[in-house]
T-cell receptor, first 113, second 110 residues
Framework: EPEVTQTPSHQVTQMGQEVILRCVPISNHLYFYWYRQILGQKVEFLVSFYNNEISEKSEIFDDQFSVERPDGSNFTLKIRSTKLEDSAMYFC???????????FGDGTRLSIL | LAKTTQPISMDSYEGQEVNITCSHNNIATNDYITWYQQFPSQGPRFIIQGYKTKVTNEVASLFIPADRKSSTLSLPRVSLSDTAVYYCLVGDGSFQKLVFGTGTRLLVSP
């Protein structure tokens, strides 16, 4: 069964540095998402992306964050000037249409020191 | 968005049927009920979605009474590998922005 793959599985970064989290959505999917889950807390929606533009973003997704689909297969989340509170699991998801369930990757654990 | 309430945790034993109930008193007419499962260190995984009465797939059943103010996810004959967090989501049925609550942590013991 096709999967959403995320790399790296664990990223350790110094506070203030930039980090890029990478995702390869399922190949025929058209909608892409990022979520995050701080340890012990809820899964929180960050952003949705369709047709090369952001469809919706949460208030968490401020100017520090950006997303990009640089080619036909990758979907990236960039976090500029990371803060301690950015430490979390970041999940990428995709679906072929808005009426189809989202498929999630296994996440990238981001640790900010 | 309709608020959902689920038990924080449940315990069961292998081979038992597990029923997890979710309350959603303010569910809107066009809202659907969707359940996701999350294993430790993994992303959520879609289990089932329904609007009314009963829906069944190879993994679970979803029971929704006529007033739709609650729903019950039924897992038949659980195994140790069913230990996970189960989330009840209520929304317009589209799979765009998913809003997760705190979920129910199910622990299945031998």
């Amino acid at each position: 069964e096709p999967e959403v793959t995320q790399t790296p599985s664990h990223q350790v970064t110094q506070m203030g540095q930039e980090v890029i989290l990478r995702c390869v959505p399922i190949s025929n999917h058209l909608y892409f998402y990022w979520y995050r889950q701080i340890l012990g807390q809820k899964v929180e929606f960050l952003v949705s992306f369709y047709n090369n533009e952001i469809s919706e973003k949460s208030e968490i997704f401020d100017d520090q964050f950006s997303v990009e689909r640089p080619d036909g297969s990758n979907f990236t989340l960039k976090i500029r000037s990371t803060k301690l509170e950015d430490s979390a699991m970041y999940f990428c998801a995709s679906n072929p249409g808005e009426d189809q369930p989202q498929h999630f990757g296994d996440g990238t654990r981001l640790s900010i020191l | 968005l309709a608020k959902t309430t689920q038990p924080i945790s449940m315990d069961s034993y292998e081979g038992q049927e597990v029923n997890i109930t979710c309350s959603h008193n303010n569910i809107a007419t066009n809202d659907y009920i969707t359940w996701y499962q999350q294993f430790p260190s993994q992303g959520p995984r879609f289990i089932i979605q329904g609007y009314k009465t009963k829906v069944t797939n190879e993994v679970a059943s979803l029971f929704i009474p006529a007033d739709r103010k609650s729903s019950t996810l039924s897992l038949p004959r659980v195994s140790l590998s069913d230990t996970a967090v189960y989330y009840c989501l209520v929304g317009d049925g589209s799979f765009q922005k998913l809003v997760f609550g705190t979920g129910t942590r199910l622990l299945v013991s031998p």
